[in-house]
């Protein structure tokens, strides 16, 4: 991996940000074609799959390659890859460390819950 700072670092960051253009081409392409498909077969009883294919890659593609195109798009994309790159990710023990505060936060929260609506019925019963 390049050093941070030099043109290698910002070509890294660059493809980080083509595969997510291509990935969202690819997920536009894949609504397409089932939002093309589910409006052709109301109006054909046959739909024909090549046809819908190409209209969906069409589709998926020219999105992608308009917000590509769309200087401020991807601007941003580049900008949110630079300080998701500068992020300090927490290391497995630290994680598992996190993990088990939650989880025992949680045990405990339930606990306390469960005393204070036993405590209610309870009440509510004696009251009512």
């Known amino acids: 991996m390049t050093p941070k700072g030099t043109a290698g670092a910002q070509l890294d960051l660059t493809r980080y940000v083509h595969i ?3 990935a969202g081409g690819a997920v536009a392409a894949y609504l397409a074609y089932n939002i093309i498909h589910n409006i052709w077969v109301h109006f054909s009883p046959d739909p024909s799959f090549p ?3 190409a209209l969906s890659l069409a589709a998926g593609g020219g999105l992608a390659f308009y917000f590509w ?3 401020q ?4 994309a580049q900008e949110v890859v630079g300080e998701l790159s500068r992020v ?3 290391t497995r023990p630290e994680l598992g460390a996190a993990t088990v505060v939650v989880i025992v936060t949680s045990i405990v929260m339930a606990i ?6 036993f405590l209610w019925s309870w009440l509510t019963t004696v009251i009512y």
């Open 20 to 22: 997510l253009f291509i």
């Open 69 to 71: 195109h769309h200087e």
């Open 112 to 117: 306390v819950l469960g005393l204070f609506d």
């Open 88 to 90: 300090t990710w927490p």
């Open 51 to 53: 046809l819908l294919f």
């Open 73 to 76: 798009t991807r601007q941003l």
